[in-house]
């Protein structure tokens, strides 16, 4: 049974950093495709960041420079560090497992595995 927890996301002012960390547990993530997803009020669910088994990184065009993906093979856990925040970031933030084949996918559809979502409110 795979499982994935999402944890640090809360309340903060524009312009400040959150880092969330997403535990797996159940398989092994570094064999797969990592993705983190938002999905704010009344919005489709999009892609964020992902990180592939191989260490390669991909990210939606309005968080590059300021988000950044990683992963700690030892600890199954990925991370994503969320720095100059902007009101347009409130979201809850979900991570979830590709275990399609190499290659980043930016639909939520080949993801199999979603955590339950951390909320992410930046203030202006």
């Known amino acids: 049974q795979v499982q994935l927890v999402e944890s640090g996301g809360g309340l903060v002012q524009a312009g400040g950093s959150l880092r969330l960390s997403c535990a797996a547990s159940g398989h092994t993530f570094s064999n797969y495709n990592m993705g983190w997803f938002r999905q704010a009020p009344g919005k489709e669910r999009e892609f964020v960041a992902g990180?592939?088994?191989?260490?390669?990184?991909h990210y939606t065009d309005s968080v590059k420079g300021r988000f950044t993906i990683s992963g700690d093979n030892a600890k199954n856990t990925v991370f994503l560090q969320m720095n100059s925040l902007k009101p347009e970031d409130t979201a809850v933030y979900y991570c979830?497992?590709?275990?399609?084949?190499?290659?980043?996918?930016?639909?939520?559809?080949?993801?199999?595995?979603w955590g339950q979502g951390t909320q992410v409110t930046v203030s202006s």
């Open positions: 979830a497992v590709d275990r399609s084949g190499p290659g980043f996918n930016v639909a939520a559809g080949p993801y199999d595995y």
């Open positions: 990180i592939s088994w191989s260490g390669g990184t």
